[in-house]
């Protein structure tokens, strides 16, 4: 099994900034790809941001130029620094883990809540 713990999130006024980070523990043999992604109320969940174990990302164009993730391969760790942050940035922030092997497998955290607001 692979646990995901996501830490960072919190309470920040428009403009601000945070850093999540989401450590994976367990079984884990391979990696595709390291992602966050959130879910405000009444939404569906979205893609964040993305980043191969090879380092290609991949942004949602609503974050471009405003957040930006980051990984540590050997230590199995994601972060995703954001910047200039809005109100519709509020949502709980997810972290996901997509295994190498074939069929991929997908993991989640539990999520940590980040609002925007003054």
């Known amino acids: 099994q692979v646990q995901l713990v996501e830490s960072g999130g919190g309470l920040v006024q428009p403009g601000g900034s945070l850093r999540l980070s989401c450590a994976a523990s367990g079984n884990i043999f391979s990696i595709y790809s390291m992602a966050w992604y959130r879910q405000a109320p009444g939404k569906q969940r979205e893609l964040v941001a993305l980043m191969t174990s090879g380092g290609s990302t991949n942004y949602a164009d609503s974050v471009k130029g405003r957040f930006t993730i980051s990984r540590d391969n050997a230590k199995n760790t994601v972060s995703l620094q954001m910047n200039s942050l809005k109100p519709e940035d509020t949502a709980v922030y997810y972290c996901?883990?997509?295994?190498?092997?074939?069929?991929?497998?997908?993991?989640w955290g539990r999520g940590t809540q980040v609002t925007v607001s003054s």
């Open positions: 996901n883990l997509r295994t190498a092997v074939v069929p991929p497998a997908y993991y």
